[in-house]
C-alpha cells in the first residue's frame, strides 16, 4: 500500500513538473535561439500557431531556423480542436482571448528579462489574432507579423483602436483555407485604422511559410529582433 501510494505521489509529481508553463490564463512552450538562455536580457518574439497545430509542432515546422538570440514564447489556443487546438472563431470569443492575451504577453515581459516591446507573429488562425492584437493592442509591440491570416469588421465591435506596431502580412495568392482576398481586407481594415501595414503576396498556398517562404520570413522577424 505504501509503495503504491509513492508512486501516485510520483505520478502527480511528474505530471505538473512536464506540464507546460501557464500565464495569464495561457499555456505556452518556451524555446531559445542562437546563445540565448533563460537568464539572458533576449528580445522576445510571441508566437501562435495555426488552428488544428500544437506548440512543439509550429516550433518544428516554423521556428526551428532561428540563428538570432531571443527568447521564443508559443502560445497554446484556448480550445480543443482536432489533434492540437485552435483559436475562437466567433468575435466575443475572440476578443475575449484578446484581451486574456494582452494579459499574458504583458506578464511574459515582466517575467523575463526582455528587450523592448516582443515581437508578435502569428500563422493562419493564429494570423487572425496577430492581427487582431495589431489592431485593439498594436501599442505593446514592436512589430506583428500575421501569416496567412485574416480579419474584418466584425470581430472589432465599437472598442477603440491602439495601433503602434507597424505590421509585415504575408499571404499566398493561392491559399485555398484562408482567401488571399480575405488577407487583403484584413490589410485594408488595418490600414483604415491609421496601421502601416506591409503586405506581401507570395506564389502558394495555405502552408507557403513551411515551404518557400520560410526562410524569407524567418529573416524578415531576425532583422526586426536585432534592432530592439
Known amino acids: 500500500m505504501k509503495n503504491i501510494l509513492l508512486i501516485i505521489i510520483a505520478l502527480g509529481i511528474a505530471q505538473w513538473w512536464f506540464k507546460d ?3 495569464g490564463g495561457y499555456d505556452y512552450v518556451i524555446k531559445y535561439s542562437g546563445s540565448g538562455n533563460k537568464d539572458t536580457n533576449l528580445s522576445m518574439l510571441i508566437t501562435l500557431h495555426g488552428d488544428g497545430d500544437t506548440p512543439e509542432n509550429f516550433y518544428n515546422t516554423a521556428l526551428d531556423q532561428f540563428k538570432t ?3 521564443i ?3 497554446k489556443a484556448p480550445k480543443s480542436y ?7 472563431w466567433d468575435p466575443a470569443s475572440l476578443q475575449e482571448a484578446g484581451s486574456a492575451m494582452d494579459e499574458a504577453v504583458r506578464k511574459l515581459t515582466l517575467k523575463f528579462p526582455t528587450m523592448g516591446k516582443p515581437v508578435l507573429m502569428g500563422m493562419s488562425g493564429g494570423g487572425r489574432m496577430a492581427y487582431y492584437q495589431a489592431l485593439k493592442y498594436g ?4 512589430y506583428v507579423f500575421p501569416i496567412s491570416g485574416m480579419l474584418s469588421q466584425e470581430y472589432l465591435a465599437n472598442d477603440s483602436s491602439k495601433p503602434g506596431a507597424k505590421v509585415f ?9 484562408v482567401s488571399f482576398d480575405s488577407g487583403m481586407v484584413a490589410a485594408k481594415l488595418l490600414r483604415e485604422h491609421d496601421i502601416d501595414v506591409e503586405f506581401t503576396e507570395f506564389d502558394g498556398g495555405h502552408q507557403g511559410i513551411f515551404r518557400n517562404m520560410k526562410l524569407e520570413i524567418t529573416q524578415a522577424i531576425e532583422q526586426k529582433l536585432n534592432t530592439l
Do not use: E, Q
Not at 139 to 142: A, M
Not at 169 to 177: P, R
Open 169 to 177: 502580412a504575408y499571404h499566398g495568392k493561392s491559399d485555398s483555407v
Open 73 to 75: 514564447i508559443i502560445l
Open 69 to 71: 538570440p531571443a527568447r
Open 139 to 142: 501599442n505593446n509591440y514592436s
Open 21 to 23: 508553463p501557464s500565464i
Open 82 to 88: 482536432g489533434a492540437g487546438y485552435a483559436w475562437p
